[in-house]
């Protein structure tokens, strides 16, 4: 693979489902590349990433790449834990949340660069993988605040991050600490734009950083030692109207 500041995406159509990539990263993807017991057979499936859905973190050469399945949550999972229904591929998940990453990479902002994705519709029905880079040496922000607290400057640098997205009215679904990345330079990340995408009514923008702080005491809830206090959120909310 070789890395590229833009993204150039083409997409397939055969017997294994639809398929679209970045050619500037990679040359023809196989629908190998969306099953784990391949990388696994090839000794480069890394882990297993936790969270909503079922996702795997991979070694590729000089790339390190995140598999995602996409999986239902709540009470529809028990019915059908990977079937969507079929309203066409451009309103399918991988190809939105495929094209929404793509859109960030041109306005420069800091979320994961897409590698590839893949739909396979059965009739009514669709089942769907998104592959990415991974940041390289982060962590999640919840993870973090499990071992440790942040100083203002980062929390400030967190609302930042957050307003950038806001200003080109990027509405991501589900902002919460699992879903902000810290990298080793300090460096902040969203990631999981799973049904996200732009809305220029920004009413939501509120909506969006009430949902996370209810993510950060809920985690406080869970830990007896958790390293989170309302100076820190002010201090995030400093940073997001600076």
Known sequence: MANSSGVRSISEHSEHGYIIYDARLSGQIS???????????????????????????IQSQDQQLVLRHY???????????????????????????YHLLARLQAL????PRPVAARVVRSGILYRADL???????????SRILEQ???????WQEIGKCIRAFHRHAIRHADLNAHN??????????????????????RSWQ?????????????????????????????????GYRS
């Open 31 to 57: 629908a190998q590349w969306f099953d784990p017991e391949y990388w696994k057979t090839h000794g480069e499936l890394e882990t297993v990433a936790t969270g909503r859905g079922q996702a795997w973190f």
């Open 71 to 97: 999986c239902r949550g709540g009470l529809a999972a028990s019915f059908s834990p990977d079937r969507y229904v079929w309203t066409g591929l451009q309103r399918t998940r991988a190809w939105r949340e």
């Open 108 to 111: 420069g902002l800091p979320a």
């Open 131 to 141: 592959l990415t880079l991974r940041i390289p040496d982060s962590q999640p922000l």
């Open 148 to 154: 440790q607290g942040l100083d203002s400057e980062h």
């Open 180 to 201: 902000i990345l810290l990298d080793s330079h300090g460096r902040v990340y969203l990631i999981d734009f799973d049904k996200s995408g732009v809305d220029q009514d």
């Open 206 to 238: 509120q909506m969006t950083l009430d949902r996370l702080h209810r993510s950060l005491h809920k985690l406080q809830a869970q830990f007896t030692d958790y390293h989170f206090t309302e100076h820190d959120w002010q201090a995030l909310q400093n």
